[in-house]
DNA sequence: CCGATTTGGCGGACTTGTCAACCTTGTCGT
DNA sequence: ACGACAAGGTTGACAAGTCCGCCAAATCGG
């Protein structure tokens, strides 16, 4: 056994054990991005932003850019940006947004759904692994406690005095 | 109310209902993300990723930079060079290895505590007003969930079918 | 109905993050 | 003890993300 690295092992896990929440997802965060654009890479050549919006748009939940943007969280520019790069490519369409002339739709092009399809079996599993690791309580507590802790990173001034 | 609001954040919901855990977490490092730069900014000229690396130093749990690195999550490139900004800054210092020569020890200099001290209250005043929107039971659960997600993360290859 | 404000999207400058090649040091097998 | 291999760090080229100001469309307040 290495002798470093179990001297390394020692010391991330005693830091692990006061970390603030944000640092941890911080870290799941890389974590689960370096591992998808992994599997992106081995089944197809979308990036890891581009695969998440094909991905929304599949769920035909709903086609507005505005609620596809606020669901990913991503940036005014970076979302703009990026679905050029969809469009360029022939992965998606852009229509006209029937009640705001400022937004648009978004719908998969043939060639979209194809990758979508391509893709979504593995990321699909992927999701099921994840899952899995958790425990059943864990598993029905986390999606409400992300979701609660998303709210709660909108707010700009934080309370700081010790408000008890 | 804005019509086309309620529309969106309508659409918003639905999409969430059957969001995978993956773009959860996005989402929410994302605001965490902006939520922390925008701190910090108002309280000095730190970039997130500095800050992160100073706090962890400041922790005094572990001093060798691969224990660091690791726990944070960060890239090898990325960690390089803002260790580098720091130390021009004269915001850290960097030491040998006691054991290991290819490692090196990180230290604050004293301009670098006065940093740490200066924003360690106003980001463990959001870390609390984080976890206070948590309910007891989430409170209690979240860490090793999120521990153990970032385990399952590491694994690089899915099992693809259904090993039921 | 009209100005003020908000929301949405775009473009460009700039910062961050990512990836691959490289060298050094440590570790393991024999 | 020594050669193969893994781990740590650095660098540079490149991709991704952020921030700013801009303009158009929509909403709100009289």
Redesign the pocket.
Known sequence: ?????KD?AAAVARIEAAFPLSFMIHQLE?KL??QA??LI?KHGDL????WRIIRVIGMDTAD???????VL?????????????LQTRGLVE?LD?P??????RLALTDEGRAALDRLTPELDARNDFLMQALSPEERSLIRSALLKLSIAAETTDIPTGSDT
Not at 1 to 5: G, L, Q, R, S, V
Not at 47 to 50: A, D, G, I, K, Y
Request: hydrophobic fraction near 30%; charged fraction near 25%; charge should be positive.
């Open positions: 056994m290495p002798k470093n690295d390394n890389m991005g370096a654009r992994a890479a990036t890891l932003p581009q507005g850019s505005t609620a596809i943007r606020k969280g991503f940036d005014k520019s970076q979302f703009s940006k990026t679905v050029s790069q852009v947004h009640t705001d002339r400022r937004q648009f």
